[in-house]
């Protein structure tokens, strides 16, 4: 009697000693995210579901592990743990959306339409969906298409910033200039973050040839934050190069540069400055 009785406290000690493992790694994977250490948060992960590869939460564990393999440009594993998390939860809409999202940076542009087709079935009125799926076609040209998700979104909320902006962009690639400005200039005055419409307005301007506007919209954007992505230093310096402003664009192409923005390309620009 005495045996069975410590060969039960054992099991339960081990079932004990597993629990804390599996809860354990996942707070360790939190932490080294949190530090940035991106392959230690992977690693830790890895080693939760090794320890309860039966966890009925394991589908959480597997999207997180696919975020964070996205986040260091594993795009190949990134696609196979959302894979695995929707084979074990196939109705999870944040796994879906996020799925879609790495299907377009692969280019994967038909599984991404797919995966938003599947989370519209799960949910007519995601308006999240709609949007970024009219911005699928408008890359592909398929202007009706991306013409019908931008009305739905309207549909449901006649005051959505997303559906008008998105109006906006299929305006400017269809080359309705100036439908395209009106309406970002409304969504400038009524947001209360204003700085993404200033950015498509500014390139709005430049291919209008407005150069002046276009370059307050900058100027009013490098003034708000400190985190000017590399695409807008290589606006400002194409605005610069057509006023004749070569050496300040030649410096706004090299700052784009050390941003990461692609050396052929700047290299080319910086040439038309001499």
């Known amino acids: ?25 996942i707070r360790k994977s939190y932490e080294y995210a ?7 948060a992977e690693e830790a992960l890895k080693a939760a579901m090794h320890a309860e590869p039966a966890n009925k939460n394991n589908f959480a564990l597997l999207s997180n592990l696919g975020t964070i393999q996205r986040q260091q440009g594993k795009t190949d594993e990134a696609l196979v743990s959302y894979t695995a998390a929707l084979s074990l939860q196939p109705k999870n809409k944040l796994i879906l959306s996020n799925r879609a999202e790495l299907y377009i940076e692969m280019g994967e542009t038909e599984k991404a339409l797919s995966d938003y087709q599947a989370l519209l079935l ?41 559906g008008r902006f998105g109006f906006a962009l299929l305006d400017k690639a269809r080359g309705n200039y100036e439908d395209s400005e009106t309406i970002l ?9 204003p700085l993404q419409y200033y950015e498509e307005r500014a390139e709005l301007y430049f291919r209008m040839k407005k150069n002046a506007r276009a370059m307050a919209d900058l100027n009013k954007i490098f003034a708000e934050t400190n985190d000017v992505p590399a695409h807008l230093y290589v606006l400002r310096g194409k605005i610069k190069l057509a006023q004749f402003e070569k050496e300040s664009a030649a410096i706004d192409f090299k700052k784009a540069l050390e ?3 692609d050396k052929a390309v700047i290299d080319e620009l910086i040439n038309m400055t001499f």
Do not use: H, N
């Open 1 to 25: 009697m005495k045996t069975w009785s410590i060969v039960l406290g054992l099991l339960l000690m081990v079932g004990t000693l597993r629990a804390q493992t599996y809860e354990e790694m």
């Open 34 to 40: 949190d530090r940035g250490d991106l392959p230690a």
């Open 122 to 162: 799960l949910d007519p009125l995601d308006l999240d969906a709609y949007y970024r799926r009219g911005m699928l076609y408008i890359e592909m040209k398929d202007y009706m298409l991306a013409d019908e998700d931008f009305e739905k979104i309207m549909s449901i909320d006649k005051e959505s910033e997303q």
């Open 185 to 193: 200039s409304y969504l400038i005055e009524k947001s209360r973050t």
């Open 259 to 261: 941003l990461g923005y």
